[in-house]
């Protein structure tokens, strides 16, 4: 059981510290982007004279796509911080009223957990809460590692995106 406890645990601190490189790394990305466009647009007359304007609104296009799975992105991580601070505080919790005596029984705790989330959270978790009861100590740092490997794969998209939009731009440069 100590294994499954190290390893979940493993899996969090590497998971945290994948979340928090995406997260400035796409913020980054996005932001630099988003401030070319503007300059772009903001100068569409005089850039027009230079760049097809069909090839600036495809770029927009991908974009605007890139930016989307940019929102995915950083909701996925999100939740993913959200999901290690709650664990991490509920360890110090758990730690502090068993130091004090109390008895938590986990039966109440899961379902209170269950009953505060709406559809479809309450039906993503609950295998995630059997799990746990079963003794699988290392679910919750499993999948936040699936969340952070899945936040890794949008922002590689995000980026290609990115990419393929700047060279939409270039190829649209009228020589």
């Known amino acids: 059981m100590q294994s499954k406890i190290f390893a979940g645990k493993l899996l969090t601190v590497a998971s945290k510290n994948i979340g928090e490189s995406l997260s400035s790394y796409a913020g980054w990305l996005l932001a630099g ?24 609104k495809y770029s927009i296009y991908l974009f605007l796509v890139a ?6 992105q ?45 559809w479809p959270v309450n039906k993503l ?21 699936k969340m952070a490997i899945i936040g890794s794969f949008l922002t590689l998209i995000m980026a290609l995106l990115a990419v393929t939009s700047i060279v939409v731009l270039v190829a649209g440069i009228n020589a």
């Open 125 to 145: 978790i609950s295998p995630q809460l059997e799990k746990i009861k079963n003794g699988d100590f290392a679910v919750a740092g499993r999948m936040q590692y």
């Open 67 to 72: 930016l989307f799975i940019g929102v995915l």
């Open 33 to 56: 982007f988003a401030a070319a466009l503007t300059l772009i647009l903001a100068n569409i007359k005089t850039v027009s004279e230079y760049i097809d304007t069909a090839n600036i």
């Open 74 to 118: 950083r909701l996925l991580l999100t939740i993913l911080s959200s999901s290690i601070k709650s664990g991490e505080e509920g360890e110090r919790i758990g730690e502090t009223e068993g130091n004090n005596g109390a008895t938590i029984d986990l039966e109440i705790v899961f379902q209170e957990m269950l009953d505060a989330a709406y």
